[in-house]
C-alpha cells in the first residue's frame, strides 16, 4: 500500500511522477522492440526455411562418377527408378523422385535468359508444396506432359504468359560426324508458378521427365533423386538409412548444406540482435534507480518516522523495492502487448513503407523472399519477459537498501 502510494504521489507531495513515467516508457518500448525483433528474426527464418522446404529436395542422393563396361565415365542412376522405390521404404521419408537436371537457354521473341531446368514426373511435380499449390499460379497444372511449367520471374523477363511457345537451347545437342550441334525444341508454357523465392522463380522451369531425358541426353539414367522427408530439421538422422541404401559411390546432398551459411548467419545475428536490444532494456530499466534515488531523498522524514513506528530495515526495503518492481512490471507488460500487435501488423506496415519508398525498403532480389513476415513464439516472449523483469528488479536492489539503511535519527534531525 506504500509503495502504490508513494508511485501515485504528486510532485508536490515530494514524488516523482515524471521520473516514474520515464521509467515506464523506455522499459515498455524497449520490450515491444525485443518482442517485435524477435518475432521478425523467427519468422524470417521460418518463411526462408519454408521456402526452402517447400520447393526444394530435403536431400539429394547422386551418384560418384563410375565407369560402365565402354569406359564411359559418368554420374548418372541408371536405375533411379528401382533406387527411388527403395529409399521410398525407408522410415520417415515421405517422397523420392528421379530428376535430370541440367542448364539451357531459353528464348521468347527477342529475349533470353538462362534456366535451370528439372525433368520431373507430373505426379512428382504437384507432390511439391510450393509449386502445386502456389498462390500466384496461373495455367493448368494437369497438362505438364504438354508443355513445361515456367517461375514468375522468368516468365516476366521474356514477357510470356499461359499459351506461349517459348525456344529452350541446349549446347551439347546431338552428336553427329561434323561436331556437336544445339539442340533446340520450342515447348508450350502450359503452367507458371511462384514458388515465394525470387531466386527460384527467376531461374527454374519443369519439364515432362520423357522429354528431358532425350534433351539433356541423359539416356543412361537420371542425374539425382530428390527425397523428402517428415522431420527436415533433423535429416541428418536420415543419412545411414540413405547410405546403405543407395550402395558404394552414393553422395548426398541436404538442404542444411545447401543453405548452412545462411542459416549459421541468421542464428549469429538473432543472438547479436537480442544481446543490443537487451542493453537498450538495461538503459531504461536505469532509469528505476534514478527515480528511486530521487523518491528516497523526497521520502526521508516518512522512512524515519516509519523506522521509529517500529518498521525493520526489511520492511522499508521492500517498500521501495515494490516501487521499482511495480514500474518494472507495469512497463513490462506495456512492452509485450504493444510489441505482439506490432509484430501481429508488420507485413501491412513493411507494405505501407516499401510503397511510400517506392519499393526500396523491400527488395526480394536481396532478402529471396517477398515479405517480411513474423511469428509470435512462447520463448521469444518469456525471454523478452524475463529479460525485463530480472533488469528492473536488479537495479532496484540498490536504491532500496539505501533506504533500509538510513538512519532515523539522522533523517529526523532538521524536521
Not at 521473341?109 to 499449390?133: C, F, H, M, Q, W
Not at 541436404?254 to 532494456?281: G, H, P, Q, R
Request: include cysteine.
Amino acid at each position: 500500500m506504500i509503495a502504490w502510494r508513494y508511485l501515485r504521489a504528486r510532485r508536490a507531495e515530494g514524488g516523482v511522477s515524471v521520473m516514474t513515467w520515464i521509467s515506464l516508457v523506455g522499459i515498455a518500448l524497449g520490450v515491444m522492440a525485443l518482442v517485435a525483433t524477435l518475432a521478425v528474426r523467427a519468422g524470417f527464418r521460418a518463411e526462408f526455411v519454408d521456402t526452402i522446404l517447400g520447393a526444394n529436395a530435403h536431400v539429394s542422393v547422386s551418384r560418384a562418377t563410375w565407369v560402365d563396361g565402354d569406359g564411359v565415365a559418368s554420374r548418372a542412376i541408371p536405375d533411379a527408378g528401382a533406387l527411388a522405390a527403395s529409399i521410398r521404404e525407408i522410415p520417415g521419408v515421405t517422397r523420392a523422385a528421379p530428376i535430370i537436371r541440367g542448364q539451357a537457354m531459353v528464348t521468347a521473341g527477342d529475349r533470353s535468359n538462362v534456366a535451370e531446368i528439372y525433368g520431373i514426373t507430373l505426379d512428382d511435380l504437384k507432390a511439391i508444396p510450393r509449386i502445386a499449390s502456389s498462390e500466384e499460379a496461373m495455367g493448368d497444372i494437369e497438362r505438364f506432359d504438354e508443355g513445361m511449367a515456367v517461375g514468375l520471374g522468368i516468365a516476366r523477363d521474356l514477357g510470356i504468359a499461359v499459351g506461349d511457345r517459348v525456344k529452350v537451347i541446349q549446347p551439347n545437342g546431338t552428336k553427329t560426324a561434323f561436331g556437336t550441334s544445339p539442340r533446340v525444341n520450342a515447348y508450350e508454357v502450359v503452367y507458371i508458378f511462384s514458388a515465394g523465392r525470387w531466386d527460384i522463380d527467376r531461374t527454374r522451369i519443369y519439364l515432362p521427365y520423357a522429354e528431358a531425358e532425350p534433351f539433356f541426353n541423359r539416356e543412361r539414367g537420371a542425374d539425382e533423386i530428390e527425397v523428402f522427408v517428415a522431420d527436415p530439421e533433423a535429416i541428418e538422422a536420415y543419412a545411414p538409412q540413405l547410405y546403405q541404401t543407395g550402395g558404394d559411390g552414393t553422395l548426398l546432398w541436404t538442404w542444411k548444406d545447401a543453405s548452412s551459411a545462411f542459416l549459421n548467419a541468421l542464428s549469429i545475428e538473432d543472438d547479436v540482435m537480442f544481446v543490443i536490444l537487451a542493453l537498450i532494456v538495461l538503459i531504461a530499466a536505469l532509469n528505476i534507480t534514478s527515480g528511486l534515488v530521487m523518491l528516497v531523498k523526497n521520502k526521508g522524514r516518512d522512512i524515519g518516522i516509519l523506522r521509529t513506528m517500529g518498521l525493520t530495515e526489511g520492511s522499508i526495503l521492500r517498500v521501495f523495492f515494490l516501487c521499482g518492481a511495480f514500474v518494472g512490471v507495469i512497463g513490462t507488460i506495456a512492452g509485450v502487448i504493444l510489441g505482439c500487435l506490432l509484430a501481429l501488423n508488420i507485413d501491412g506496415i513493411m507494405s505501407a513503407i516499401n510503397y511510400a519508398t517506392g519499393g526500396g525498403a523491400w527488395d526480394p532480389s536481396v532478402r529471396g523472399i517477398y515479405r517480411l513476415p513474423a511469428e509470435l513464439r512462447g520463448w521469444d516472449i518469456f525471454r523478452a519477459v524475463t529479460l525485463s523483469l530480472v533488469l528492473s528488479f536488479v537495479v532496484t536492489i540498490f536504491p532500496a537498501r539505501r533506504a533500509a539503511r538510513m538512519n532515523p535519527v539522522e533523517a529526523l534531525r532538521y524536521e
